[in-house]
């Protein structure tokens, strides 16, 4: 069987470590979110490519999430002596070695993906992971501060500010002219059916969407996703935040709306947001309810094999 998913983020891991579970057998191509990558000092930091990778190749903060296990901050705190930031973006020692060598294979002319093949030698996560596109996309958010509009890179917003400022716009600058990696539209169109999972629909789902040809391939896919939304919040982060920022509600039906009948053929919600299985405004998707919360990894791999039997189910 294979399976391609779109991931970013926290939420995306922790399910991919789940589907890893419950079907072990799977050919699992995974699809990063790039948006978010981020340069301070100078390193290439790309935190949901790193997510994926950490987690599935047992290197991971558990209680973080990111960034990796038994981590020190000897480096950050020599770099603050000297008064050089940011110091808001926790870079620990361990994982600033992945991010010296993602910068030195980059300065030496390799594409990100190539980089990230590299990368996942080391870690063997288990999965081909594929950064969306090889060129650059950085997601910036429009916000008013000290009385004036400004913007910022999304990794200030969300690790600096919170997202507790609102946020006007959010934009994935260079998307449009950015490409698919090699592979990606190829792993979209060879795939059994393709996961969106509890991913932030806007930041990290949402961008992926806007590298020109993602959504046009997964358009002519069987697509299921896991709402990231139980009871009117988000699991876990702030997308809130972001659905706010482009006008939509936070609810798993208003998510589900917005990734459109077009694009999503099954939807899978929390047993708290069942009334949304017969929602009008769904029709043209298959929705399911069950427990979301991936409490465990053995839970994980429960909702996963939901996933999967809805896409199979479901499947053109
Ligand atoms: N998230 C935080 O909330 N605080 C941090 O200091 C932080 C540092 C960090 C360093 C490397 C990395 O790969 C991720 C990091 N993250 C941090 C998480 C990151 O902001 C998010 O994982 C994504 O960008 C949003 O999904």
Request: negative net charge.
């Amino acid at each position: 069987m294979r399976i391609t998913v779109l991931a970013g983020g926290v939420g995306a891991a922790r399910f991919l470590r789940g589907l890893r579970a419950a079907v072990p057998a799977a050919d699992v191509t995974v699809i990063g979110n790039t948006g978010d990558d981020f340069t301070p000092f100078g390193l290439h930091v790309s935190p949901d490519l790193d997510t994926v990778m950490y987690t599935l190749g047992g290197g991971i903060s558990e209680e973080q999430g990111w960034g990796r296990a038994a981590e020190s901050h000897t480096v950050l705190a020599e770099l603050a002596a000297y008064g050089a930031g940011p110091g808001w973006f926790g870079l620990g020692d361990k994982d600033i070695a992945t991010h010296i060598l993602r910068t030195q294979w980059l300065a030496a002319g390799q594409p990100l993906s190539a980089v990230t093949r590299r990368l996942c030698e080391r870690w063997q996560p288990g999965v081909t992971l594929l950064p969306m596109s090889d060129d650059l996309v950085r997601t910036h958010v429009t916000l008013e501060l000290d009385g004036r509009p400004q913007t910022l890179h999304f990794q200030e917003w969300w690790v600096r500010l919170h997202a507790a400022v609102p946020a006007s716009r959010i934009e994935a600058v260079g998307a449009s002219e950015a490409s698919p990696a090699p592979g990606v539209l190829e792993a979209i169109a060879a795939a059994d059916f393709v996961l969106f999972p509890p991913s932030n629909p806007v930041v990290s789902i949402g961008v992926i969407l806007a590298v020109p040809g993602i959504a046009d391939a997964l358009r002519d896919q069987t697509v299921v996703g896991v709402s990231p939304i139980i009871g009117g919040a988000p699991v876990r982060g702030m997308a809130d935040a972001c659905l706010t920022a482009i006008g939509v509600q936070t609810s798993a039906a208003a998510v589900a709306a917005h990734y459109g009948a077009e694009l999503l053929d099954g939807w899978l919600v929390d047993d708290q947001d069942k009334d949304v299985v017969d929602a009008p405004e769904l029709a043209g998707i298959a929705v399911r309810s069950r427990p979301l919360y991936m409490t465990s990894v053995a839970a994980a791999a429960e909702i996963a094999r939901a996933a999967v039997d809805l896409a199979l189910e479901v499947r053109r």
